[in-house]
């Protein structure tokens, strides 16, 4: 890219599965293109105001645009809602003379597409394995559409997989262990299980790991379980380590040798990208999309599927303790893990989106 000022604006507000690989997307455009300049559209509901300035990255404002799930009905009344929030995006492209626009997903980023769209080339990237009304509308008109997996129905999608932080995706489990362990107050030797559902926590899993603990300290195997702040965690036992949520990812895949958890894709980028093995639990809920998220890494061997319906104490220990220890199997599980993921995906995208510039 030429040494000239680059102005990109990325929308991926509202919830943290749109908002983190857009600041990742945004650090990789930093690395890669030091002169560039960064701009985040988002709102003042959900995450925006936390995370993007936390992370130095200019926000601005735009009214918020609650989308429907599928088309219905509330299409109808959307023109009514977006109009100030084009409005107010074309205002955004002005001010920071937008050479690119490139969106996540979510209500920050329909108004950003109709905004930009005849002003400055789009960039489309979906997370999911079916994409979501806002990146359906557009990728009609986008210069290119990024997935992180395959199959998301968008017209002409390029795989690149899920940006991820650098703290992840340069995380050196084995350099850390140690650290990890005694941050968390785990035992130093024996297998470690990592269990998290997401910032709320999931109930069947916690119910799963409350039913299976007695057979983990039996088998001294130790649990570090994110049981969410309104979860219930399960009765104090040797080795097991409940909290509510963990800011410290980073030290828990490092501390973990094999994780119970959720399929978002955020998580199982992640969960792939540090090379551990896994048990997914989609939920239940939705489109389905969960399941199909994790669909390359069961396909690779790098992880095993389980309906939320059927995950039981029982079954979290005839799936995970064979596992847990069994030192060969990890290290085959997690090396087919690594092997389906994208751990690139960030600079992948950005390539991408320069190349976009460059036509």
Known sequence: MSPSKLSVVVAGGGSAGHIEPALAFADAVRRLHPHAEVTALGTERGLDTQLIPARGYP??????????????????????????????????????????????????????????????????????ARAGLANKVGARFAAAVATAVPGSGLPGEQVVGMP???????????????QARAHFGLPADGPVLLVFGGSQGARTLNTAIAAALPGFVDARVAVLHAHGRTGTAAAPAPGYVPLPYIDRMDLAYAAADAVLGRCGMTTVAEVTAVGLPAVYVPLPHGNGEQALNAEPVIAAGGGVLVPDAELTGERALAELLPLLTDHGRLAAMGAAARASGHADADERLARLVFEVLAR
């Open 164 to 178: 991820l932080r650098r703290a992840i995706t340069g995380l050196d489990r084995a350099a850390l262990r140690a």
């Open 59 to 128: 926000l601005e404002l735009i009214p918020p645009v609650p989308l429907p799930r599928r088309p219905s009905g509330d299409l109808l009344r959307l023109p009514g809602r977006v109009r100030a929030a084009v409005s107010r995006v074309r205002e955004v492209l002005d001010k920071t003379g937008a050479d690119v626009v490139v969106g996540f997903g979510g209500y920050v980023a329909l108004p950003a597409y109709l905004g930009a769209r005849g002003r400055a080339p789009i960039v489309v990237h979906e997370a999911n």
